[in-house]
């Protein structure tokens, strides 16, 4: 292998492979790797500035880069081993003759692979297994908090969001720098990433003493996130669907009349004439600018859902489809979305589609007073996820797709004239910095839910993307069923001590008859139930209305623990070992969490649960309930209905 050092890089060159090894940022290191004549010079997910000084060296058996306390080793035959100080991180799995090997080399296997797919490639980087805990990597519907032993599919989804970095128990924080679709696995015999098609492979590593300091590292090189806006820490309200804005002011008024301050209200879908006009059906919302204004008179902030599906009949298809705007798809009909129409998804990557799509949400929202958008379906969900049969502008989606929800969330963001919040479906590595609030997507109104959900809040705050939220109650759900009631508590619960509080979902059974019929317009879309916190009756209202008063009681912890989220890239809700590296049993734990670094909380996550056991990390706490004091250990707690264990770090 032959080696150049360049200021801050290291080249290493053997047949027809380069691989560039740079400085990235504080203790971290940029990889890429191609057997093209050039790199593509694609920043990706690493597009922030940052102050890097890397030295390169010949030494024994090949070269040596160093950026602080990371080290990278590449053998004179091609593959590469990480360290931090003497303690190795992170190796390539190869099995060659490429020497220094402790494994059978009969079986030709490099660490690097390159699989060729008409100009692209299909990528397989491996590295060798190692002992260590696997978090981040964005939100998966699985319980599994610990992703060591797990098979992730690199994919944007409804409900799942891929966000590819992760951090380890060994003291390190990898990112996949790579938009299109793949995999990730974390065996127990080789961890492995692949690419379906890619020019070629792009990683970042980056070593810290603490989960803290690898958190900062990374979200330096990637983006954090904006200060949130104080006025909209309190409750969200939203259902399926508010269908006139006689429904919505009904809802905000009753709000006002119990007392209850309500900071945000949701219009959901279809309360535009067809998909993809982004414009108020004026036979429903006939006066949005008077709705607006007495919203406002309230004291709540509006909220649109905007969907980024086009209706061949909607009057911005035409001009979107001449000029290039739409997604196009490789073979057949240009169809991607067929949910109560023919549509075509709108391409946020093009940034002419970015501005035209802009320039009709202020023209039809905000210029009526509207505040905050909803970008639903921002995965974009498509009829089947049908990778290979969709292209965008910056390419096909099985190279460039991951990344559609970060550039959707950039063009509202950057052309707001305020501070604002995006709600969202999904999220790539940075959407942070585009002030994506990113919700758990369509998912069961049940207890596995409730627990899988839990895992994903805690994984995608690891992963860099610290605002986030779910469906309270789950979005499927019966409000018949006998237990619903008793899910929505403690979902609820849950819901206050988070990122945000929000209540959503379609809640069934659907007897409600459509306000008119037809094929188009918004009233022939049908409504779920009502989904106000009266909506369950005296006891559960009682138990609802006293958790929107702790919130609020909240609010001035809430506003510190969110400018540390912008200041130092840290998550809102925190695993216990975020707080507690020293402490081995508290990377064992899934089923507690940190809401910033002074409340723990121990949510009641199964049906039936009147008590359970919480571990406290060594130190003094206080209970949030009666005030009891505990040290450290594990403490049994009572935890009837209207009860979910809080403790406050005391010191």
Same mark, same amino acid.
């Given at each position: 292998?032959?080696?150049?050092?360049?200021?801050?890089?290291?080249?290493?060159?053997?047949? +027809?492979?380069?691989?560039?090894?740079? @400085?990235?940022?504080?203790?971290?290191?940029?990889?890429?790797?191609? =057997?093209?004549?050039?790199?593509?010079?694609? &920043?990706?997910?690493?597009?922030?500035?940052?102050?890097?000084?890397?030295?390169?060296?010949?030494?024994?058996?090949?070269?040596?880069?160093?950026?602080?306390?990371?080290?990278?080793?590449? +053998?004179?035959?091609?593959?590469?081993?990480?360290?931090?100080?003497?303690?190795?991180?992170?190796?390539?799995?190869?099995?060659?003759?490429?020497?220094?090997?402790?494994?059978?080399?009969?079986?030709?296997? &490099?660490?690097?692979?390159?699989?060729?797919?008409?100009?692209?490639?299909?990528?397989?980087?491996?590295? $060798?297994?190692?002992?260590?805990?696997?978090?981040?990597?964005?939100?998966?519907?699985?319980?599994?908090?610990?992703?060591?032993?797990?098979?992730?599919?690199?994919?944007?989804?409804?409900?799942?969001?891929?966000?590819?970095?992760?951090?380890?128990?060994?003291?390190? @924080?990898?990112?996949?720098?790579?938009?299109?679709?793949?995999? &990730?696995?974390?065996?127990?015999?080789?961890?492995?990433?692949? &690419?379906?098609?890619?020019?070629?492979?792009?990683?970042?590593?980056?070593?810290?003493?603490?989960?803290?300091?690898?958190?900062?590292?990374?979200?330096?090189?990637?983006?954090?996130?904006?200060?949130?806006?104080?006025?909209?820490?309190?409750?969200?309200?939203?259902?399926?669907?508010?269908?006139?804005?006689?429904?919505?002011?009904?809802?905000? #008024?009753?709000?006002?009349?119990?007392?209850?301050?309500?900071?945000?209200?949701?219009?959901?879908?279809? +309360?535009?004439?067809?998909?993809?006009?982004?414009?108020?059906?004026?036979?429903?919302?006939?006066?949005?600018?008077?709705?607006?204004?007495?919203?406002?008179?309230?004291?709540?902030?509006?909220?649109?859902?905007?969907?980024?599906?086009?209706?061949?009949?909607?009057?911005?298809?035409?001009?979107?489809?001449?000029?290039?705007?739409?997604?196009?798809?490789?073979?057949?009909?240009?169809?991607?979305?067929?949910?109560?129409?023919?549509?075509?998804?709108?391409?946020?990557?093009?940034?002419?589609?970015?501005?035209?799509?802009?320039?009709?949400?202020? $023209?039809?929202?905000?210029?009526?007073?509207?505040?905050?958008?909803?970008?639903?379906?921002?995965?974009?969900?498509?009829?089947?996820?049908?990778?290979?049969?969709?292209?965008?502008?910056?390419?096909?989606?099985?190279?460039?797709?991951?990344?559609?929800?970060?550039?959707?969330? /950039?063009?509202?963001?950057?052309?707001?004239? /305020?501070?604002?919040?995006?709600?969202?479906?999904?999220?790539?590595?940075?959407?942070?910095?585009?002030?994506a609030l990113v919700w758990s997507g369509d998912i069961l109104s049940n207890f596995q839910? %409730?627990?899988?959900? *839990?895992?994903?809040?805690?994984?995608?705050?690891?992963?860099?993307?610290?605002?986030?939220?779910?469906?309270?109650? @789950?979005?499927?759900?019966?409000?018949?069923?006998?237990?619903?009631?008793?899910?929505?508590?403690?979902?609820?619960?849950?819901?206050?001590?988070?990122?945000?509080?929000? *209540?959503? !979902?379609? #809640?069934?059974?659907?007897?409600?008859?459509?306000?008119?019929?037809?094929?188009?317009?918004? !009233?022939?879309?049908?409504?779920?139930?009502?989904?106000?916190?009266?909506?369950?009756?005296?006891?559960?209202?009682?138990?609802?209305?006293?958790?929107?008063?702790?919130?609020?009681?909240?609010?001035?912890? %809430?506003?510190?623990?969110?400018?540390?989220?912008?200041?130092?890239?840290?998550?809102?809700?925190?695993? %216990?070992?975020?707080?507690?590296?020293?402490?081995?049993?508290?990377?064992?734990?899934?089923?507690?969490?940190?809401?910033?670094?002074?409340?723990?909380?121990?949510? =009641?996550?199964?049906?039936?649960?009147?008590?359970?056991?919480?571990?406290?990390?060594?130190?003094?706490?206080?209970?949030?309930?009666?005030?009891?004091?505990?040290?450290?250990?594990?403490?049994?707690?009572?935890?009837?209905?209207?009860?979910?264990?809080?403790?406050?770090?005391?010191?």
């Open positions: 292998m032959k080696f150049t050092f360049q200021e801050n890089a290291l080249l290493a060159r053997r047949g +027809h492979e380069t691989i560039r090894i740079e @400085g990235w940022g504080e203790d971290g290191l940029r990889v890429r790797a191609t =057997v093209s004549s050039h790199f593509t010079g694609e &920043a990706h997910a690493l597009e922030e500035e940052v102050t890097s000084h890397a030295e390169a060296a010949y030494t024994e058996g090949g070269a040596v880069i160093r950026s602080g306390k990371l080290r990278c080793f590449v +053998h004179e035959n091609g593959w590469m081993a990480f360290y931090a100080g003497e303690k190795l991180l992170l190796k390539e799995y190869y099995r060659d003759f490429s020497g220094a090997n402790e494994h059978s080399p009969s079986m030709k296997l &490099a660490a690097r692979e390159y699989t060729p797919m008409g100009g692209d490639y299909a990528l397989t980087l491996r590295f $060798e297994a190692a002992e260590e805990k696997i978090f981040g990597m964005g939100q998966y519907q699985q319980p599994n908090f610990d992703l060591k032993g797990c098979v992730l599919e690199l994919a944007q989804r409804n409900s799942q969001v891929s966000v590819p970095f992760y951090l380890s128990s060994r003291g390190y @924080g990898f990112l996949w720098n790579m938009e299109g679709v793949g995999e &990730a696995v974390f065996g127990n015999n080789f961890t492995r990433f692949t &690419a379906k098609s890619a020019d070629e492979f792009d990683y970042y590593i980056t070593a810290g003493d603490t989960p803290k300091q690898i958190l900062e590292h990374y979200t330096a090189a990637v983006g954090r996130a904006p200060a949130f806006p104080n006025d909209l820490l309190g409750l969200w309200q939203s259902k399926l669907r508010y269908r006139t804005e006689e429904e919505v002011l009904s809802v905000a #008024r009753e709000y006002h009349r119990r007392g209850i301050p309500l900071d945000v209200i949701v219009i959901d879908f279809f +309360h535009w004439v067809r998909q993809g006009d982004w414009s108020f059906d004026p036979v429903y919302f006939p006066h949005p600018e008077e709705m607006a204004r007495k919203l406002h008179a309230l004291g709540t902030k509006c909220m649109v859902s905007v969907w980024p599906t086009v209706d061949r009949k909607s009057v911005n298809f035409a001009p979107m489809s001449e000029n290039g705007m739409l997604v196009r798809t490789e073979r057949g009909s240009m169809q991607c979305f067929d949910f109560q129409g023919d549509t075509v998804i709108y391409d946020a990557t093009n940034p002419d589609a970015r501005e035209y799509l802009f320039a009709r949400l202020k $023209e039809n929202y905000l210029e009526k007073g509207v505040d905050l958008f909803w970008l639903d379906e921002a995965e974009p969900e498509y009829s089947a996820y049908d990778f290979d049969h969709f292209r965008y502008f910056r390419g096909p989606v099985l190279k460039v797709g991951n990344s559609y929800p970060k550039y959707h969330a /950039k063009g509202i963001f950057e052309r707001m004239q /305020k501070p604002t919040v995006s709600l969202t479906r999904s999220a790539w590595v940075g959407s942070q910095k585009y002030a839910s %409730l627990r899988d959900q *839990l895992a994903a809040g805690l994984n995608i705050g690891i992963a860099g993307i610290p605002w986030w939220t779910t469906d309270t109650g @789950g979005f499927f759900g019966d409000v018949t069923a006998p237990n619903f009631s008793e899910l929505l508590i403690r979902w609820f619960e849950l819901s206050t001590f988070s990122p945000v509080l929000r *209540l959503h !979902g379609d #809640r069934g059974p659907h007897d409600i008859p459509n306000l008119a019929e037809g094929e188009w317009g918004g !009233g022939f879309s049908p409504t779920g139930r009502p989904n106000e916190l009266w909506s369950y009756g005296e006891e559960v209202y009682a138990i609802l209305k006293k958790y929107v008063e702790i919130r609020l009681s909240l609010k001035g912890y %809430l506003e510190e623990v969110f400018r540390e989220a912008s200041a130092c890239g840290y998550p809102v809700m925190r695993p %216990l070992f975020f707080e507690f590296p020293e402490d081995e049993r508290a990377w064992e734990i899934g089923d507690e969490y940190m809401l910033g670094g002074r409340c723990l909380v121990a949510p =009641v996550l199964y049906e039936g649960m009147r008590e359970r056991e919480v571990y406290l990390p060594q130190g003094s706490w206080k209970e949030f309930f009666t005030g009891k004091v505990y040290g450290g250990g594990v403490v049994k707690i009572q935890a009837p209905l209207d009860i979910i264990p809080v403790f406050w770090r005391e010191g």
